[in-house]
């Protein structure tokens, strides 16, 4: 943690940075996805397109992340608290996929309810 | 004295153990548990949108205000954490300076979202019966009001089911008699129903009923009553049977050890203590009237058919649909579900489209269409002309769905305005089409070619749900934040004297909130408006 004059002075400086940063990032990510000279892939949105556009949201993500919240200094209590958090985000994205490659079973189910007591 | 720092341990000074003071610990478990919400809320987007069975409504969205409101919150995550640098160099009036453009970075970023829901709210879609076909645009305005979506039912013949009608609706017919000046009686079916139970249980129905009995909500409430009495007393004696036959069965068939189902199979229950004394209940009492009544509801209140019409409290009416013909402004067309469906039947998807109620009876949408097919020829070649080929020399480039099946409002201004020469960007605008400087193409939709009505809200699809979801709770945020921030900044005089300190970590705290907040909104940017 910057805690000196000088140190957060210099802090700023790097604030401002990513700030800009940020911008280009937010520029860039709209030009891909309206520019056709910038369309990469098929012609329109596509899974390139996708790819990309994540890509550029996890890159401003991950500096707001780093330097505005102080992650790239932290604590290793906060690093367990929020990394647990966060293993948990990502797993919650594979739901659908776990779904479908893992779906109930239902063969005989209905029988047996019919069945019942028989 | 003793210093109050002392009695609240650790909120300047760090622990031993985690090196942290604690309101630190708490705002990151906060913010773990948000990021799993929000992860849950992502992953059901995913959900909806690989599920979808319909044409996910992509790139959609206007940019332009999601554009600056993404400028408008780094903005502000920039400025928060300038105010902390600057209580940190014990600079009160510079925090003050930077929390207070914080807070109208919030206000900013508020009203650009109302004015995006409010362009939603506004426009409105129509998918057409059979063909799936979609128009989009605002509902025109008729001598300075905007046309609302009405069913409108002239009806003659009304049966209400005494369980469950609806008050307001009966009202509404009531006053419609009224207006009218007609009168509406007790059907004979109905009149010889109660008819048939007064005599063949000797009960007198209070008021008697018949043919002659007029319509009205004290008549019907005290029938329902009747019947709700008549209802409960049935059920009661059933019971009371049942209850007698079961014990019966038991006592009889005791030390046989059997199950349930066995002794139901020996049950004897008495059917006549079941029926006797309690006359059949009238459910359904119906009303003719001696001349067609008007009548106007919201569409989700009335499902017409062939001759007849449900409200949505069963009351049945015979009659017919009067014209409720839809006024729209057209800004949008989508023909993406026609033509998968004619893709699915292995038809052309141009000619089915060709053959939609939309194409043949519209000359102004035909032209546009006919216009639209030449520009995605031209796309064609001109993807052609940039892309390469493949090994069979076939174009890698080509138009898709969305160019060839859907026509924007930007499209539509470019075929029909002589006055613009290219068509308009994505920015142009800003929250949508804008409807007083262009006049879209208008349509009288019949009543009966409308399978579904909605302004995009959650009810037109589940994009909008996920959407409103999404933006609403991120809206949330945005300023349960600016009220927490707002607080630090501006009713701090004293702690900033007293425990300054204390105040560089509060406000670092809700710092980490504020770009928290922005870091979901980086990702419901590209994710809502741009994919």
Redesign the interface.
């Known amino acids: 943690m910057?805690?000196s004059?000088e140190e957060?002075q210099k802090?700023?400086k790097t604030?401002?940075m990513?700030?800009g940063a940020?911008?280009v990032c937010?520029v860039l990510?709209?030009a891909v996805?309206?520019i056709p000279f910038f369309d990469g892939g098929?012609?329109?949105?596509?899974t390139f397109?996708?790819v990309l556009?994540?890509f550029?949201?996890t890159v401003?993500?991950t500096l707001?992340?780093a330097i505005?919240?102080h992650l790239n200094h932290e604590?290793?209590?906060?690093y367990w608290?929020?990394g647990?958090?966060?293993v948990?985000?990502?797993a919650?994205?594979f739901?659908?996929g776990w779904a479908y490659a893992d779906p109930i079973k239902f063969e005989g189910f209905y029988e047996g309810i019919t069945n019942w007591?028989k | 004295m003793s210093n109050i720092l002392d009695e609240i341990p650790y909120i300047v000074k760090a622990r031993k153990d985690t090196g942290l003071f604690n309101s630190k610990i708490a705002i990151w478990l906060f913010l773990a548990s948000e990021v799993m919400l929000f992860g849950g809320l992502f992953s059901g987007y995913i959900f909806l949108r690989i599920y979808a069975d319909y044409p996910w409504p992509e790139r959609a969205l206007p940019v332009m205000p999601g554009f600056i409101n993404t400028f408008v919150l780094i903005g502000s995550s920039v400025t928060v954490v300038f105010a902390w640098a600057a209580l940190k160099m014990r600079k009160y009036r510079q925090f003050q300076v930077y929390m207070a453009i914080t807070l109208l970075c919030a206000v900013g970023f508020m009203i650009l979202k109302t004015i995006e829901y409010k362009a939603k709210f506004e426009h409105q879609a129509v998918r057409m019966e059979q063909t799936h076909a979609v128009a989009e645009g605002h509902f025109r305005k008729v001598d300075g009001e905007y046309y609302t979506n009405m069913i409108n039912f002239e009806g003659t013949e009304f049966s209400f089911d005494l369980s469950r009608f609806h008050g307001p609706f009966l009202e509404q017919i009531l006053k419609s008699a009224k207006d009218a000046g007609a009168k509406l009686t007790m059907s004979e079916t109905t009149a010889a129903g109660y008819d048939l139970a007064a005599r063949k249980f000797g009960v007198d129905l209070e008021p008697a009923v018949s043919e002659e009995t007029e319509l009205s909500a004290d008549l019907l409430d005290d029938l329902r009553a009747k019947f709700l009495d008549r209802r409960e007393k049935r059920s009661n004696l059933r019971i009371a049977a049942l209850r007698e036959a079961w014990s019966d069965v038991r006592t009889e068939n005791a030390g046989f050890n059997l199950s349930d189902r066995e002794l139901a199979a020996k049950l004897d229950v008495d059917s006549a203590a079941v029926t006797d004394n309690s006359e059949a209940p009238v459910q359904i009492v119906t009303f003719v009237s001696d001349k067609p009544l008007p009548l106007t509801f919201k569409p989700k209140f009335i499902q017409t058919d062939e001759g007849s019409a449900r409200l949505k409290d069963g009351t049945g009416i015979k009659g017919q649909l009067t014209d409720s013909t839809l006024l729209l402004d057209v800004d949008t067309l989508d023909f993406r579900q026609t033509a998968r469906r004619a893709e699915e039947k292995g038809l052309d998807p141009i000619e089915e489209i060709e053959k939609t109620w939309l194409i043949t009876e519209n000359p102004q949408i035909a032209q546009i269409w006919e216009r639209h097919k030449e520009e995605v020829q031209k796309l064609r070649e001109k993807l052609i002309e940039r892309g390469d080929r493949d090994e069979n020399g076939e174009a890698v480039l080509v138009p898709n769905e969305n160019d060839i099946y859907r026509i924007t409002w930007q499209e539509i201004v470019f075929y029909l305005d002589d006055n613009v020469t290219e068509e308009p960007g994505v920015f142009a605008g800003f929250a949508g089409p804008n409807h007083k400087k262009f006049d879209y193409p208008s349509i009288d939709i019949p009543r009966e070619k409308v399978a579904f009505q909605s302004n995009l809200t959650p009810k037109w699809n589940t994009y909008y749900a996920i959407y409103f979801l999404m933006t609403g709770l991120h809206g949330l945020h945005v300023i349960g934040g600016a009220i927490v921030l707002g607080y630090f900044g501006f009713f701090s005089g004293k702690m900033y004297r007293e425990h300054p300190e204390w105040l560089a970590n509060r406000v670092e705290v809700g710092g980490l909130f504020w770009h928290f907040v922005d870091l979901v909104w980086i990702f419901l940017f590209p994710i809502m408006y741009l994919m």
Do not use: E, N, P, Q
């Open positions: 910057a805690d004059v957060i802090a700023k604030y401002l990513v700030f940020l911008l937010t990510t709209v996805a309206t098929a012609h329109g949105f596509d397109d996708m556009g994540l550029i949201a401003k993500a707001v992340a505005f919240m604590k290793k209590a906060i608290l929020f647990s958090g966060i948990f985000c990502i919650l994205m739901l659908t007591g």
